[in-house]
């Protein structure tokens, strides 16, 4: 290979930002889901500074870094005090919440072994709307998915309809507080209370819920989190509304065995002796210190404070949808996500084409598919937000965009799929409008959609594609 020179770092600085200049704006509040932006310069500058700071370090060994142990440890802690562990509480910092949801599932799966022998496949028992890292986790880790229904207004499944799935096979039954797609709780109480007799375990996938909700109001005769018995784990992103740099999640355990069963540890190389908490070998701690100096930083009365001006503005938006002709908000949300449904009117809003209306204006929401659950019955098709504290200072803007873009596209015949899309797709790349996508999507056969997502994301990366070189 011909050696090339280095280039000014000038020049290399310039191309980085002239990609991210490419990019939607991750700050201001005009993208409503991936990321979480508290508004706040101040915590940027707190967070870049940690980053910095520990850049070099190496998470892989917190006897050598005892940085990271003090770190990780104070996390903990906080998150445990947080989400109403008590003194048996422990857990790990990880680098996301799939991670998170991971390693739950893999610990159960491992004292489900001990328990049961190895000889059948445990399953996982989950409502549909549980997060897709639980069926990762099945994928990786060799477990069955019984996926139960939810109800189609409400998304949220009868606690009973969960428990009716559980049975000696069961390695863990997962909740959501809340659920992404819906932004609705489920019933935590119920379920934990219907199977901590047959010593079952019962994760609260709060990956998105666990730095919000404890500051939400109104949940006090609905607990959701470590405080409820029979609840064993729980998962809780700092990345999302701890405001940390991605790449920073926390998962707690009841007890230490169950945190104990997480690890991973081998002597069978001729190398150092190996033991690693997470799935990661070598661990950037980089988005851990950050999340520790943003939460330092706030304190809970700060994170309260932007809570507030969250739910302020998801209460806005709620009430918006609801006075619009044609839409309706699934269900009854607690928390900051909302999922908008076209209503049974005769002139209905189709949420797909709402999204590319409301996309030209200037904001970006998420489209999420309809889809068939084994009862038969079908999740309508729905506009994902992902409410942040910085919404409330675009609110009136996003207000006015809804009401015009719905008012463009009411009564207009619903996005509809078009199986030419495929292959143009795989030559051209996505087109700017989404709709006619999103339905196709949502029209193929599971077995035909995935091989085609992963062919147009794994094209985005292929050197190949318009002649991208390493220079
Ligand atoms: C975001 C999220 C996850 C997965 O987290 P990542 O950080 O994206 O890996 C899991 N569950 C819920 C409810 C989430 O919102």
């Not at 019984?146 to 949220?156: D, N, S, Y």
């Not at 928390?335 to 904001?363: C, K, M, Q, Y």
């Amino acid at each position: 290979m011909n050696r090339s020179p280095g280039r000014p770092v000038a020049d290399v600085l310039a191309d980085l930002a002239s990609w991210r200049a490419a990019d939607p704006p991750t700050h201001g509040g005009r993208i409503l889901s991936y990321v979480y932006d508290p508004g706040r310069p101040d915590l940027d500058d707190v967070a870049a500074e940690a980053v910095r700071m520990f850049l070099p370090v190496n998470g892989l060994d917190p006897t050598t870094f005892t940085s990271v142990a003090e770190l990780e440890s104070r996390i903990v802690a906080f998150a445990r005090d947080v989400l109403h562990g008590d003194d048996g509480t422990v857990g790990s910092v990880t680098s996301g919440g799939t991670e998170s949801c991971m390693l739950a599932v893999k610990s159960a799966r491992d004292l489900w072994r001990a328990a049961h022998g190895a000889t059948e496949r445990p399953t996982l028992v989950l409502p549909t709307t549980a997060h897709p890292a639980f069926h990762k986790a099945a994928h990786y880790l060799d477990l069955d998915v019984l996926a139960v229904p939810v109800a189609p207004r409400t998304g949220v499944p009868a606690a009973a309809d969960v428990l009716a799935r559980v049975d000696d096979r069961t390695a863990l039954v997962v909740v959501s507080a809340p659920s992404y797609p819906f932004g609705v709780i489920d019933p935590v109480r119920e379920v934990a209370a219907g199977v901590e007799r047959a010593g079952v375990p019962v994760h609260v996938d709060a990956c998105i819920g666990g730095w919000v909700l404890p500051w939400w109001g109104g949940l006090d005769d609905r607990p959701w989190d470590l405080a409820v018995p029979g609840v064993t784990s729980i998962s809780a992103d700092l990345h999302k509304f701890g405001f940390a740099p991605k790449g920073a999640s926390v998962v707690l355990y009841r007890s230490r065995e169950q945190h104990r069963a997480q690890y991973f540890a081998t002597t069978a190389w001729p190398g150092y002796p190996v033991v690693n908490p997470t799935m990661l070998g070598s661990r950037g701690v980089g988005a851990m210190a950050a999340a520790w100096a943003v939460l330092q930083v706030l304190g809970t009365s700060g994170l309260a404070e932007l809570v507030d001006a969250t739910r302020r503005a998801t209460a806005t938006l709620v009430a918006t949808v609801e006075g619009i002709a044609g839409l309706r908000v699934v269900g009854d949300p607690t928390g900051p996500l909302v999922a908008i449904a076209a209503d049974g009117s005769t002139d209905p809003v189709d949420p797909f084409l709402l999204i590319d209306e409301v996309r030209r204006r200037g904001f970006l929401l998420q489209a999420q598919p309809a889809m068939q659950q084994s009862d038969g019955s079908v999740l309508t098709r729905t506009a994902h937000l992902t409410i942040t504290p910085v919404t409330e200072r675009v609110l009136d803007e996003l207000v006015a965009t809804l009401v015009d873009a719905a008012t463009a596209v009411r009564g207009l015949p619903p996005a509809a799929p078009d199986p030419s899309l495929a292959a143009s797709v795989l030559s051209d790349g996505l087109p700017d409008d989404l709709a006619v996508v999103m339905a196709t999507l949502e029209a193929l056969p599971a077995e035909m959609v995935r091989p085609l997502l992963v062919e147009v994301l794994a094209a985005t990366v292929d050197p190949a594609r318009e002649g991208r070189s390493g220079r």
